[in-house]
């Protein structure tokens, strides 16, 4: 009955979170792991910092080596977020024997196959199911529920600050900067929001879901990358009126050996199940070639969602503990990617042009989509405020990436063309 010791990196959201559950569900905990479990030290920036629970004082530091360098600790918890400086102290912590159970997805998806090595070589686990849609185990039915299968696609919201925003400005037509203000102070977005609202987070969180869901070694920069900042309100309300909701999909495709992995504002059709996914959840959608259809929905950031995922990692590492077989999970053996060329990316396009308001256009506009051997799913027209101007609204059939960017372009030398408001893919 020899308690276990964490060492907590960071007291924040996230560590916050992981305190009040290990304190408050200890009964609970130590039924399943037969030990008690103890956060013996606790590293913060600023140790006078005041905080929303109550915490001994002597087990505060601002001295990483205390924790990582401490022979007493056998866990560590990384809950403080960054890249360089945190991964070296994971290494460190990892060269000492210490388990790792980590919540940061740049780290993992920028970093995850050095770290994981590191862990093996030295017989340690590296646990991080709360780096992905916060409360929803996603990682551990990646790795376990579809081992038996072969994915063929993954697409889900998975972040939590721009859903709550789109979610917003759908519902209550709110102001963009206002609804990422409320986000920052419910502790949803990350230290530097940028990186949730251009994309940034939920392109890591793919690269981890399409490595272990295709098992290949896809990198942060196969991902696609477009955020939600110029998505407009009238964008929002133009879907709606059409039956659709804007959401940030991160989408991973795999067909034979060739994968795609994007993320970007996406129109998704009402009565698509991703649609009604509202505020901070999350939702993703794995599909499997002998599975079907399969989804997974819960809250993708906050204190306590996220905090259950770390806890429930650190519960699996004290079992290991228990059978002693730390770090004996054989390691993912990647494929080597093979990504898809834009020729080979296919999907339905949503697109609004303002238009001369002439006779002649709509037939040239549609030529152009002809020539580009893109077939048209429906095209309305109707006048804009200014009667000299119409606007045009176009949903694809299938067309590939590499036609639509063609379209585009003949956009570009069309007088007739005014400007292309927005273009969005659209699954649904
Ligand atoms: N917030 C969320 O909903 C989710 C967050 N995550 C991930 O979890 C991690 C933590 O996020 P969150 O809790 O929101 O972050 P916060 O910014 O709320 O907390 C960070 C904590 O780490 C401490 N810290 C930061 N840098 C240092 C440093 N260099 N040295 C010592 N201490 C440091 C801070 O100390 P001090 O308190 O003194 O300032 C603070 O306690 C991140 O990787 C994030 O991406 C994952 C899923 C959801
Ligand atoms: N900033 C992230 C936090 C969880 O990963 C989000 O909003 O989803």
Not at 5 to 21: A, C, H, N, S
Not at 91 to 108: P, Q, R, S
Not at 287 to 312: H, I, K, N, Q
Request: proline letters at 3%; hydrophobic letters at 40%; aromatic letters at 6%.
């Amino acid at each position: 009955m020899k308690p276990v010791k964490v060492g907590l990196l960071g007291l924040g959201t996230v560590g916050t979170g992981v305190v009040r559950i290990v304190e408050g569900h200890q009964e609970d905990l130590q039924s399943q792991v037969g030990s008690p479990i103890v956060i013996e030290k606790v590293l913060v920036q600023n140790k006078s910092k005041s905080r929303s629970l109550t915490i001994d004082a002597e087990k505060l530091t601002e001295d990483p080596w205390d924790i990582i360098h401490n022979p007493n600790i056998d866990v560590i918890v990384e809950v403080m977020g960054g890249i360089e400086g945190t991964k070296g102290y994971i290494l460190e912590a990892l060269a000492h024997g210490k388990h790792v159970v980590t919540a940061n997805k740049d780290l993992m998806a920028l970093h995850g196959p050095e770290i994981l090595r590191k862990a093996q070589e030295h017989g340690c686990d590296v646990l991080y199911e709360a780096s992905v849609a916060g409360g929803i185990p996603i990682i551990r039915t990646l790795i376990e529920g579809f081992s038996s299968d072969r994915i063929t696609k993954i697409m889900g919201i998975v972040n939590g600050t721009t859903n709550y925003i789109l979610t917003k400005m759908s519902q209550e037509g709110a102001d963009y900067a206002e609804v990422l203000k409320e986000a920052q102070a419910l502790g949803y977005a990350e230290a530097d929001p940028t990186s949730d609202v251009e994309g940034l987070d939920a392109a890591r969180k793919m690269t981890i879901l399409s490595t272990l869901g295709f098992r290949a070694n896809v990198a942060l920069e196969d991902v696609d990358v477009k955020g939600i900042s110029s998505v407009s309100r009238e964008d929002i309300q133009y879907a709606k009126r059409l039956g659709y909701e804007v959401k940030l999909l991160g989408i991973a495709e795999r067909q034979d050996d060739y994968i795609s992995v994007s993320v970007q504002p996406t129109m998704v059709k009402q009565s698509h199940p991703i649609a009604s996914v509202n505020g901070v959840f999350n939702a993703v959608y794995v599909y499997g070639e002998a599975v079907g259809e399969t989804m997974f929905y819960g809250p993708g950031a906050g204190e306590l969602p996220t905090a259950t995922s770390v806890v429930a990692d650190l519960v699996a590492v004290v079992k290991n503990l228990k059978l002693g077989v730390n770090g004996k999970q054989e390691l993912l053996s990647y494929k080597e990617k093979k990504l898809k060329t834009d020729e080979q990316i296919a999907a339905k396009y949503f697109m609004l042009l303002h238009v001369e308001d002439r006779a002649g256009v709509l037939a040239r506009i549609t030529q152009a989509f002809a020539d580009c051997e893109v077939s048209l799913g429906s095209v309305l027209q109707q006048p804009n405020s200014s009667d000299q101007i119409a606007e045009i609204i176009i949903i694809t059939h299938d067309a590939s990436k590499a036609s639509i960017g063609k379209v585009l372009q003949s956009f570009g030398s069309m007088e007739v063309v005014k400007s292309v408001k927005s273009v969005y893919r659209v699954e649904g």
